[in-house]
């Protein structure tokens, strides 16, 4: 279970993530912003949860839907929202945007434009980490359709068959883009798919930071002792757009308001923290304010940062020194 | 003191020498070594690698460091990738460039683009070794030179070496090398055997070679070709006419100086490539003449290449798919017929 102090610690980042997706779709719907973003709100739960148990010698793989992963992993607000922006001063110069975010002095090796190329990428981290003996774990974020890919089944048949640590941690969100999972794949359960590989599977409340607290940290656990990888399928929700400027049209406003009124990510931990004697209401209000701030502050600085010089499209394609 | 060894020899000294000096390197990919998991049966190391070129690696390795992987090319290359993005430098094995067809989004989308999209932060150094060409009537689907299409993409380097020499020292480059490498092996050249220098040493990515020298014509091969050329120059000197031989070695980083100095020095090229017409490196020789060495030229640039069709089985077939001797030297005398 977790501390005080770590559960204010926790909120911080739902609540960062929140802010930050949510300021993200007012200013992109303002046209102050270009590209896709496919943004995590609804889903907080699962990479709060998950990179709890991490550190920076561990790693972290990611996809499309990666703002939230970065956030809980550590890689800096600021870089990030330049990095949105285009700019100079972004975490990846500006040449990456939203779906190719990383940092590898974090462990982040990479958001991903492509559904399911990062699987197979977390199980080389894996392989890394076992080859030196670092200790670590690296752990793939990947959704429901991703799980329909080559890639996912290949990935989970090498990492179990070499007992890697590696940590598959699939955000079933119910579709993908405008498919619902029921319709892609012939299971309700979607972690079924571990049993094809011998591999440990779990299901979490992807909406209930405690749970996949628990679930992913059985698995994390079990990879840091050799015992090999886990599939453990979060499910959840997104409360967004596919992309913002997706118009929907394939939900019924009963299914989103009903996640949203009952099984909002926030809300749930701030009642279960509140019950459990972990926070109160008014420090969790000071950390909204406080998260407000910084990432206006972000927003700021990412505005006011200078483009990159056209001269810079030639660089960074190979290592040269 | 240099030994003759075969081209397999060589590339494997090669990865023993890169191996030894550098933990970070692992080879991974399909039958690397064979037999895996029965050691306590007496079995390891059964195949060696396809061709035999991984072969006594895993016994002085270990099966950490040499695994054999799953048919799983789009796994165990995306494997490679994110082992090589975080410390490793793998050198992983698709046994024929042909099978890219099922693992290509590793090369196109993730190692060619991880620096670039990371804003020059990630270094993925990984070697992908594979068999490419024709010859052995392996037929439509395990004898293409796709070589073109990997030198397309940004942010990846290809190599192709002609002689076992030159095979271990671009092989010791690549893997040195921070960036990925594709490292193509013609099968047709395998147990061609050749002086090799011992110890370790490393032949730059980029450099071309001049293998013989000739003032009237210049010819332009990798790989397999730079032999057919070397035929042809023997044929050519019969007729009076000296041929220069460049051997590319390394399609990208391209070598364009030496290509350009061999042209102003013979005022004609032809360039010999395996590979279909369109969209390949003899196209992109014939534009580099034009582009910078127009002023050189006293006769059209030819390209001798295979048709644009796949590689047929039958030998008939095959032997007329590939670049001759004899269309070489057709060729060259085109190219002076045109001159008088
Ligand atoms: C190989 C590939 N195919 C298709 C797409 C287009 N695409 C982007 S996101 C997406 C849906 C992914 O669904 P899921 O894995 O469930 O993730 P979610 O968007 O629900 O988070 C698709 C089809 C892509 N980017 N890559
Ligand atoms: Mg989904």
Redesign the interface.
Known sequence: MISREEALDVYQQLRTIRSFEEKLDTMMKAGKMAGFLHLYVGQEAVAVGVCSHLNDRD?V?SNHRGHGHCIAKGVDLKGMMAELFGKKT???????GSM?I????RGM??A???VG?G???????A??????KTGGV?VAFFGDGATNQ??F???L??AA??KLPAVFILENNGYGEATPAEFAAPMTDLAVRAKSYAMHSLVADGMDFFDVFEKAGEAIDRARKGEGPSLVECKTYRFLGHFVGDPIGYRTDEELNDWKTNRDPLPTFETKAIEMGLVSADALRRIDAEVTAEIEAAVASAEEAPFPSPEDVL?????TE | MARTLSFTAALNEALHIAMEADDDV?IIGEDVAGGGGRKDQGIEDAWGGPFGATRGLIGKFGP??V?D??I?E???????????????R?VAEIMFIDFLG?AL??LL??AS???????????VPLTMRTNVGAGNRASCQHSQALYGMTVAI??L?TVIPSTPADAKGLLLASIR???PVVFCETKSLMNSEGEVPEGDYEIPLGTASVVREGGDVTLVGMGRTVHTALEAADALAEDGLQADVVDLRSLYPLDEATVLASLEKTGRLVVVDEATPYCGIASEIGALCIDKGFDFLNAPVKKVTAPHTPVPFSPVLEDEYMPSQEKIVAAVHEQLGWNT
């Open positions: 790693y793989s972004g975490i990846c110069k500006g040449k990456g190719h990383a940092d590898l002095d090796i990479g991903n434009g492509i190329a699987i197979p990428q977390a199980v080389g981290a392989l890394t980490v076992s080859v030196k690296a080559g890639q089944h290949e990935a048949n090498i068959t070499w660089t960074d394609v190979y290592v | 692992i950490e460091r695994r992987t799953p799983s789009m796994g165990f290359l995306g494997v490679a990738v994110g082992a090589a993005a975080t410390g490793l793998p099922v989004d590793p989308n993730q683009k991880m620096r670039y999209m990371f804003g020059g932060k990630a270094r940004p942010g380097k090398d921070d960036n």
